[in-house]
């Protein structure tokens, strides 16, 4: 199977929600996990399942995992062999907010209407950066 090609979703005001989401993470352990599954995804495509990915609903679906008792999920779709990641939720519930889901559903029509306009695609270069 061919890798996985991931693509961060960019927001209208050039923002990457993703990004966000990941440098705000204390301790940084957060963020290395998070990182390593978002390259398991890369590796598996749509062949990850659960514990590490699961589907909700509309085509989303998340990346899972915990730490320290927190449930970490990064929400993505796939697009072809591309896989958005869209948005983020935290919870200690087992289950992502209808909010969260609702949003990441509004990020994912935003991207199909315009894969260029919404897409970051220089992941590579960001991890490069936190390494």
Do not use: W
């Amino acid at each position: 199977m061919p890798r996985t090609q991931i693509v961060f979703f960019k927001a209208a005001d050039e923002s990457v929600p993703v990004i966000e989401f990941l440098n705000q993470q204390k301790p940084d352990r957060v963020k290395a996990k998070c990182i390593a599954l978002i390259k398991l995804l890369a590796q598996e495509g749509y062949e990850l399942k659960r514990p590490r990915a699961d589907t909700l609903r509309d085509g989303v679906r998340e990346l899972r995992t915990e730490i320290q008792n927190v449930n970490y999920r990064l929400l993505y779709f796939f697009h072809g062999q591309n896989c958005v990641i869209m948005s983020h939720g935290i919870t200690k519930e087992d289950v992502v907010p209808d909010k969260e889901i609702a949003k990441a559903v509004e990020n994912k029509n935003l991207y199909i209407s315009d894969p260029d306009k919404y897409s970051y695609h220089e992941v590579e270069q960001y991890y490069e950066q936190t390494t």
